[in-house]
Structures are given as structure tokens and as C-alpha cells.
């Protein structure tokens, strides 16, 4: 191969490396940029759930197989909204709300069980016991145990 022709394929091999290394970065600008607008999503409706106060019936236990398995049905007595929802984690309809919870919330609720919501707070009062209805944790929706 001449000297030339070697020169030419270094440098279109070095062109495609900084082009490859160039649109790594993107991406990885992209990908940090759909992280952040997650986050803002779940902290904008986490302090939605934090602003409202209702009492409710449960109307239906959901237990689907996969990542988002454990959902509850309450029937809301003094909550109405035409609608609201952020899914996969919840959806607001006129006076019901269907959301994921935790397996303790889950085990700790049975059908037409009275429950409350406090306005400022992020756990349900059932039978007397405070229980998160949504994680304090910064980003976090959901806390698994």
C-alpha cells in the first residue's frame, strides 16, 4: 500500500473515531437529559399526591405479575377531579383513584377499609396507622422492600 493511500486511511479511521466518540457524548447528553426529566416528573407529581387530602373506600385490590404488580382502587368521598394521571403509577378519575403501593399497603388494606390522606403528607392513614402511600425518597416513586 502506498504512503498516500495509508495516510487517507488513517485519517478516515481517525475521523470515524472522533465521529463515534462525538456521537457517544450526544447520546450520553441525551441519555442524563430523559433522566432528569423522570426525575422532575415523579417529584411534580409526588408533591401533587403531597397536596391533596381525601376519604376514601377501597373498592378494589389489584395484584398484576410484573414490575408495577400491587394497585389499589379507593373511591374518594371528598377528592373530585376530572383527571389526573402519571402513568404507570397512578390515575385519577372524578372521585377515584388507582394507584401503586407498596406490598406493605397492599397486605395492609382490605375491601370497603375507610381511609385518609392528609393534606401535606405522603402516607394514608389506615385503621389508625400511617403507611407511605408514595416514597419520601428523593426520585423515587416507589420504595420496594
Given at each position: 500500500?502506498?504512503?498516500?493511500?495509508?495516510?487517507?486511511?488513517?485519517?478516515?479511521?481517525?475521523?470515524?473515531?472522533?465521529?463515534?466518540?462525538?456521537?457517544?457524548?450526544?447520546?450520553?447528553?441525551?441519555?442524563?437529559?430523559?433522566?432528569?426529566?423522570?426525575?422532575?416528573?415523579?417529584?411534580?407529581?409526588k408533591?401533587?399526591?403531597?397536596?391533596?387530602?381525601?376519604?376514601?373506600?377501597l373498592?378494589?385490590?389489584?395484584?398484576?405479575?410484573?414490575?408495577?404488580?400491587?394497585?389499589?382502587?379507593?373511591?374518594?368521598?371528598?377528592?373530585?377531579?376530572?383527571?389526573?394521571?402519571?402513568?404507570?403509577?397512578?390515575?385519577?378519575?372524578?372521585?377515584?383513584?388507582?394507584?401503586?403501593?407498596?406490598?406493605?399497603?397492599?397486605?395492609?388494606?382490605?375491601?370497603?377499609?375507610?381511609?385518609?390522606?392528609?393534606?401535606?403528607?405522603?402516607?394514608?392513614?389506615?385503621?389508625?396507622?400511617?403507611?407511605?402511600?408514595?416514597?419520601?425518597?428523593?426520585?423515587?416513586?416507589?420504595?420496594?422492600?
Amino acid at each position: 500500500m502506498s504512503k498516500l493511500k495509508s495516510n487517507i486511511l488513517f485519517q478516515t479511521l481517525c475521523f470515524l473515531a472522533a465521529l463515534s466518540l462525538y456521537n457517544s457524548c450526544q447520546t450520553t447528553k441525551y441519555a442524563k437529559g430523559v433522566l432528569e426529566d423522570n426525575q422532575n416528573l415523579i417529584e411534580y407529581h409526588k408533591s401533587f399526591i403531597r397536596s391533596i387530602e381525601f376519604t376514601g373506600t377501597l373498592k378494589k385490590k389489584i395484584e398484576d405479575k410484573g414490575k408495577y404488580g400491587r394497585r389499589i382502587l379507593i373511591e374518594m368521598d371528598t377528592f373530585f377531579v376530572k383527571e389526573v394521571q402519571f402513568n404507570p403509577y397512578y390515575s385519577i378519575k372524578e372521585n377515584e383513584i388507582d394507584i401503586v403501593v407498596s406490598k406493605e399497603l397492599y397486605d395492609s388494606v382490605t375491601i370497603s377499609d375507610t381511609l385518609f390522606k392528609k393534606k401535606g403528607s405522603l402516607d394514608l392513614k389506615i385503621n389508625n396507622k400511617d403507611i407511605p402511600l408514595v416514597s419520601s425518597e428523593k426520585y423515587v416513586w416507589l420504595q420496594n422492600k
